[in-house]
Each structure stands twice: as C-alpha cells, then as structure tokens.
C-alpha cells in the first residue's frame, strides 16, 4: 500500500525519512495536498519521533499593560487610540496585583505585550519589569516581541543593544514571538504597514538570541495571504535559526475576523488550520516545538492539531481586567482553562500532559489534582 494517493506528498516522505530539508515547492505542494490523513500522518511521525507522546503545556498569566497603539494593524481588533473610552494603562500597582493574582494561581510566566503607545516614557516598561521582579522573583518575564523592541529604539532614539541591555538589568527573562505576521511583500505592508519589516524583525530576533535569551517566533495565517506567502515565512525564520538558534517554539496563529479592518473574510477553515500545523511542523526542522494554541483554534481543534505535527498547548492563560485574546474563537472570549482542564484536554487526545517553564524545564509529570 503506497503512502498516498498524492504522488507529490510520497515523494516529499521519502525527503522527509532521509532528512532531507523540504523546499519552497515542497511546502505548496503539502498545503496543497487533498490527502489530509497522509499529510497529517507524516507530521505526526516527525513529531513523535522528536517527542513521542508528551505534550508540554504551563500555568502562565498574559498580561498588557496597555492597549493605547498607533499601529492600526488591520488585523487586529486589540488595539485602541487614546482618546477611544475603553482605552488603559496599568500602572504599577495594577500591575503587581495581575502579577499575585497570577502567582496564587500557580502561573510560573507572565506573558508581557502590549501596544505601542506614544505617551509612555521608556522607563515605564523598566520599572514595570523591576517591580515585577523584585516582588515576584519566581515568575519567569518573557515580554516584549521584536516589533516592540524595535519601536522602543526607534521612538526613544535608543540603539538596540541599549533597548536589551536595560531591559535585561530591569528582569527581562525571554521575548515572546508576536508581530512577525506575514513576511513576504507585499502582503506584510498590505496588512501592518506600521510595522518593521521582516529583515528587522529577524535582525532583532538575532540580536536576542546573542544575548543569551530565547524567543518564540509566529506566523498569522487565515487572512489575504497565499500558501507561497506562508511557507516564504517558515524558510525565513528555518535560516534565522540555522544562524542563531535561540527560537523555541513556533505558534501558527489562526486569524479571526470579527471586530477587525479585515471582518469581512470568514477567517481558517479547520482544515486549512491542520495543513498549517503540519506543514510548520515538516517545514521547521531546526524547531523543537511547536504550538496548537487553543486560545486561536478553540478547544477541539487543538486536541485534532496535536495528531498534526503539535507537541505544546501554550497555557492557562487569563489577562487581568480586559481580556487579551479579543480574536478568541472561544464563547464569550473564554480564555481561560484550568490546569487540571488542559491535561484533560491533552490526555483525552491520546497524550501524556507534562507541565513545563518557559524554556522547556519539565516541572513534573502532569497528574490531574
């Protein structure tokens, strides 16, 4: 019995049993495959060969300190202008107080991003990391992605390296992987024209990778780009890891429509979202993880991705005050699970739940309480 009706796809698992790095073509070719079972098998054979049945989740807390951004991404449906009503910014007291909630819930990540809003000194974002820090030395930092980084220098007229270096020194611990979107033009400017372009992007991955710290890298997919776009993506960040190694964990993030510029699309079917699992986890050879948020895929369909190439989960996740995932496809915006919910969610699926830290530490063999 041949692997599959997709004379294509066999030929591309005869690459993938050699080792053999897939091309450009080869990653069309799978999103373009009517074969998901055979497509979806291969990822899964990659992925348990890499971590045979566990599947990593962890009890972190998502937190942004504001919502106040200039970049009117079309996207998103997050961000506000300053003078909207439901416009904020937490000062270090609410911040702190999000940060024991999490704590007392057992969080071991804060998960810091937010918007880029003008009126903030840098010293706002310092402060918030060393107050942080200082009153909860436990919670692993992991804040500001490269678009962030990359408005702080340019808005404070700082040079990287500066950016890093004080952050570090205020209790930076790692960077999370938003704002990498789309990196092909001209979809990247179509969609977030505000933004720093890929090569900046990437450039500033590197520079935090040589510092010593590890980052996470994403892609959003679902919107008005071609599968041509998303696999440039994936060899982009594949070479930027072939160079300084430090991602972690790749997050495919399913675009939802509602309350953005972009509405009017109906957003990833379910299988286009399985495609991407796997060809992210077939594409991505030098990455060790990667991610079925369920916040984006909502509940099922995370538990169906885990047999397409996903090993992680992400976490319990919950913003304090105003909830982070506005695009979440979850009822009522639900974007919280327990932790003994999310071994469920692992284990009916077939896999062994184990909790970890942000840079993959295993902390115990998950047990439901």
Known sequence: MSFSHDTKLSDICAKVKTGERLSLEDGVALFNTTDLNALGKLADTVR????????????????????????????????????????????????????????????????????????????????????????????????????????????YKMEDKDVLRQLIDAGLDSCPGGGAEIFREPTRSMICAHKCDAERWLDLAGQVHAVGLKTNATMLYGHIESFEDRVDHMIRLRE????????????PLAFYPPETQMAHLPGPSGVDSLKTMAVSRLMLDNFAHIKAYWVMLGKRLAQVALHFGANDVDGTITEGGELTESYSVESNNEVKMTKAELISLIEEAGFEAVERDTVYNRIEKAVIA
Do not use: W
Request: hydrophobic fraction near 30%; glycine fraction near 6%.
């Open 48 to 155: 348990r060969q890499k971590h045979g049945r566990t599947t990593y989740f962890n009890v972190n807390r998502h937190f942004n300190p504001t919502n106040v951004c200039y970049v009117d991404c079309k996207f998103c449906g997050f961000f506000r202008t300053p003078r909207q009503p439901d416009a904020y910014t937490h000062n270090i007291e609410d911040s702190l107080r999000i940060a024991g909630q999490a704590v007392n819930e057992g969080a071991t990540e804060l998960h810091i991003t937010g918007g880029l809003n003008t009126k903030l000194p840098f010293s706002y974002f310092t402060d918030l990391l060393s107050a942080l820090k200082k009153q909860y030395p436990q919670l692993h930092l992991k804040a500001f992605t490269m678009v962030e980084l990359d408005h702080f220098a340019h808005f």
């Open 240 to 251: 930027q890891q072939d160079k300084s190694g430090g991602f972690q964990c790749f997050i």
